[in-house]
């Protein structure tokens, strides 16, 4: 929508009002139906945490998830790629 503000090809606040009112539609309207891809800057969560102590990983609905220590976090891709590693899962984990 920045082109077409500075291509006149709407005005300011009329871009201004659509988007305030539903971004998306607005987008769909003026430029086309299909969103952009979002591009993240930010790193991949990982989706299993492993503890390097006890040798025991974490999925993401688990409990003790967000509770493993920095200095004792492991990250895992896969169940496949932890459970090579020797680690088990949570008994706690569902």
Known sequence: MHALVCSSAIDLQTAQRAIATDWIEAYRKYVGNDLPAR?????????IV?????????LTGCPGYG???E???VTFKTV?????????KAKNCP
């Open 71 to 73: 200095r004792n976090r």
């Open 67 to 69: 509770n493993v220590s």
């Open 39 to 47: 591009e993240s800057t930010a790193p991949s969560v990982a989706q």
């Open 80 to 88: 496949a790629e932890a459970e090579a590693a020797g680690y088990r």
């Open 50 to 58: 492993g503890n390097k102590n006890s040798k025991i990983y974490h």
